[in-house]
């Protein structure tokens, strides 16, 4: 089940659709915009070069797939004009798997590259990068910021281990579940130290020296005890598994799916990029998941939609469901989604870094 052959979100702009079923990663996207602010404050104080490259790693599609790059492209412009400088020309780069639907990315991206040249008469290259950030995709020393939203919680595929030993991700049986929960959730740990350890290696190498890193991901407080024992793809399994409960799906394909994501508590990032070395933190921070920018937490509709059009791919794929079938999952994750429930038993935050290349 590698990651480069499922993962993508529900394309087009229908009504089960991504683009229109993206606004809790939107929230994300915002809460990142202070950070890029800073970076872009912090980086070109030092000085502005002539020419900049800025990429999104793991754009996806939609009215969210622009976002970072704009963000990062107003901020180098306000920067330069606050500091009576000529800003740099810019060459923006939209990153994402094949499967991505980059039909609507490309269009979007056109339009975008357009009204810059309008408004600012300003030199912008647009390009698209297809293929996974768990391997090189630019050249040496050339790229000046990278940004990333809720993207780095997908791993590079699944804990083979767990395949290998017919260790099931969320056994339908209570007590197996419990007997083997430490041994999912360690080769889990282990597989996103690997992933991410190789992530900060490779863009330590493209990024140019003292280039930015701002991303954000789903993850885990340790200052909250629930969090331990929880993880992103949660909420899926215990819908499925109500489903194979009531014999909708297979008991025997349900224990055979594992799905290629990790929530990592905050304490194990800090970890990861202190062992790795390249790069210095400058900040962290942590929201609510489900909790909007206003303060009101995601309904439960809205959060089964979004579940759906993230995880109806990688489920199609593997059981074979049909429309009607994945009107059944959203339904029972409308149910599991109520505030208590997502409080008490799918307790996530969005954490977000801002680093620099140190060496």
């Known amino acids: 089940m590698a ?22 990663q939107k ?6 915009k202070p950070l890029i602010e ?21 754009c996806s599609s939609g009215p969210n797939a622009l976002t970072l790059i704009s963000s990062t492209v107003d901020a180098i412009h306000r ?32 339009e975008f590259k357009h009204s810059q040249d309008v408004s600012s008469h300003h030199v912008v290259v647009a390009n698209m990068v297809p293929g996974s950030f768990y391997e090189r995709l630019f050249t040496s020393d050339s790229v000046h910021f990278f940004c990333s939203s809720i993207s780095l919680q997908w791993l590079s595929k699944a804990p083979e281990e767990l395949a290998k030993r017919k260790i ?17 959730a360690n080769a889990y740990a282990r597989q996103f130290r690997k992933d991410f350890t190789l992530f ?25 005890p629930a969090s331990v024992s929880t993880q992103v793809w949660k909420v899926v399994s215990v819908a499925l598994n109500d489903m194979a409960s009531r014999g909708v799906i297979s008991k025997e394909k349900f224990d055979t799916f594992h799905i290629p994501m990790y929530a990592p508590m905050e304490n194990e990032l800090n970890g990861i990029i202190e062992d790795e070395g390249s790069f210095q933190i400058n900040k962290a921070m942590a929201h609510d998941t ?14 089964a939609a979004m579940v759906r059009a993230v995880f109806e791919p990688a489920i199609v794929q593997h059981f074979g469901f049909s429309a009607g079938i994945m009107d059944d999952f959203a339904s029972v994750v409308e149910r599991l989604s109520t ?21």
């Open 38 to 58: 800073e970076a872009v404050t912090a980086f070109c104080g030092v000085s502005v070069p002539k020419s900049m490259a800025i990429a999104d790693l793991g």
């Open 27 to 32: 929230t994300a996207q915002d809460r990142m």
């Open 79 to 110: 920067y330069c004009m606050e500091c009576a400088q000529p800003p740099p020309e810019m060459c923006l780069f939209l990153n994402d798997l094949p499967s991505n639907d980059f039909n609507s990315v490309a269009k979007s991206l056109a």
């Open 290 to 303: 489900f909790l909007a920018t206003d303060g009101v937490l995601a309904s439960p509709n809205t959060i």
């Open 168 to 184: 099931p991700m969320y056994d339908s049986d209570e007590r197996l579940r419990l007997l083997n929960h430490e041994i999912v």
């Open 200 to 224: 900060l290696s490779l863009r330590a190498r493209e990024l140019v020296l003292g280039g930015r890193l701002i991303f954000s991901l789903i993850g885990r407080c340790s200052s909250n």
């Open 3 to 24: 990651t480069i052959q499922i993962v993508h979100m529900n394309p087009g702009q229908g009504e089960t659709s991504y683009a229109r079923n993206s606004t809790i």
């Open 339 to 359: 505030t208590s429930v997502v409080e008490a038993e799918f307790p996530l935050a969005c954490l977000c870094f801002s680093l620099t290349r140190a060496r």
